[in-house]
């Protein structure tokens, strides 16, 4: 198939695990065998107007980039551009990752009675609480009409929980599809550990406060106290930065790596024991209201390196993640549990090793992007034989 992927906002390549998704399901459609075209930009915050009329193209692991650097705010303006690239690639099928303000995709799809792929990877309708949707409901919902006629549109539509969706839509085309790990670039650690080895805990992901990272610190703190001997990695960046560097105090065992490239990863987790990802819904009103739609990429990249995962004790979390099978669970947004599982883990290596060799098992067989990717191949073959 020739495949339009309209990513919008997305820096690819790029950090953010929204460029990692990108980047994924793009090179993982094309090792397929498909001719993949995928629209994004070149660097968050970057604007290039001129990219409007003639976007800027690359290519990338056997598929193409079409950067058109606009705020994400604004990719409507993009219409006009995408509309007229999908005249010249003629796809079988356009994807669309959704986003409040996009839709650019969808509407090309829609001129060319082209097959339409929704992807989506947050909650539609934002819950009464947000600002958003307070400002959408004094103008009367504009956003949310629009978002729910993009649903409609949609032949199918991809979400890891389909609690994301309006109960309007019709169930039978939505998805659940979970995001993975490229269990050929992740790899098992080392079996065999250097004398000098100080066992290593590890964080990755954004520093926003629904992805736990100062109850991570918190816990190191709590451990560091009692004077058990470990090393603490927190790599990423985010709101919480300044924050939670501060609560460290310094300690030399805590470490700050700040964001780091998508490539140097793989070998981050190789040299790491035990991978924490304590997400904390409480501090998410999306996420109570709808349940945790994120698909974990942090944890399917910890399984993948063969690390044992303490994450939190919340659906889909607990069903990826079993405790006493590939990690531990901990209850949400409990410090005092959190440091008692690390502990456990820090104190018995042998069986943290049996636990991250069972989630590497588990994550080759369930929740990589090569089977993400041959899932997405059905849902588009299905909506191209029947259009």
Same mark, same amino acid.
Request: charged share 15%; net charge neutral.
């Given at each position: ?23 994924e399901v793009a090179r993982g459609l094309s090792r397929r065998g498909h001719e993949v ?107 949310r009409r629009w978002a729910t006629r993009q649903c409609r549109w949609a032949d199918a ?69 009692? %004077? ?5 990695? =927190?790599? $990423?960046?985010? +709101?919480?930065? #300044?924050?939670?560097?501060? &609560? /460290? %105090? ?5 470490? =700050?790596? $700040?964001?780091? +490239?998508?490539? #140097?990863?793989?070998?981050? &987790? /190789? ?14 009103? #999306? ?101």
């Open positions: 198939m020739k495949i339009l992927y309209v990513a919008s906002g997305i820096p690819l390549p790029g950090n953010l695990g929204g460029s990692t998704h990108a980047y075209h995928v629209v994004a930009v070149s660097r968050e915050g970057h604007t290039n107007l001129q990219q409007l009329f003639v976007p800027a193209q690359q290519q990338l692991d056997n598929f193409t980039i079409y950067h058109i650097d606009i705020p994400k705010a604004l990719s409507l303006l993009t219409t006009p551009a995408i509309i007229a690239l999908a005249r010249r690639i003629t796809p079988d099928v356009i994807m669309e990752r959704y986003y409040n303000f996009a839709g650019s995709g969808m509407i090309a799809a829609r001129l060319s009675k082209t097959p339409t792929l929704l992807e989506v990877n947050a909650l539609i309708i934002d819950p009464p609480s947000i600002r958003k949707r307070q400002i959408d409901d004094q103008l009367g919902g504009p956003m539509i991809v979400t890891p929980l389909q609690t994301t969706i309006p109960i309007s839509i019709d169930r039978q085309r939505i998805h659940e599809t979970a995001w993975g790990a490229d269990v050929e670039r992740f790899m098992p650690r080392p079996a065999r550990r250097p004398p000098d080895h100080q066992p290593t805990v590890v964080f990755v992901g954004s520093f926003r406060a629904w992805h736990g990272v100062a109850l991570g610190v918190k816990a190191a703190i709590l451990l560091l106290e009692r %004077g058990v001997n470990a090393r603490f990695l =927190f790599v $990423g960046h985010g +709101p919480e930065f #300044a924050q939670v560097t501060k &609560l /460290a %105090g310094g300690h030399p065992n805590i470490v =700050f790596t $700040g964001t780091q +490239p998508y490539a #140097a990863m793989p070998d981050i &987790l /190789a040299h790491a024991d035990i991978g924490i990802a304590p997400f904390d819904t409480y501090a998410h009103p #999306a996420l109570q209201a709808a349940g945790f739609f994120w698909s974990p990429l942090k944890i399917h990249e910890y399984m993948a390196a063969a690390l044992p995962v303490i994450t939190s004790d919340i659906t889909p979390l607990n069903q990826i993640v079993r405790h006493g099978h590939e990690g531990l669970l901990v209850p949400e947004a409990d410090v005092p549990a959190l440091a008692d599982a690390i502990a456990a883990l820090l104190a018995d290596p042998h069986r943290a090793q049996q636990l991250g060799a069972a989630g590497r098992e588990r994550v080759v067989a369930q929740y990589s992007w090569q089977h993400h990717c041959a899932e997405l191949e059905h849902i588009m073959q299905s909506i191209v034989r029947s259009a």
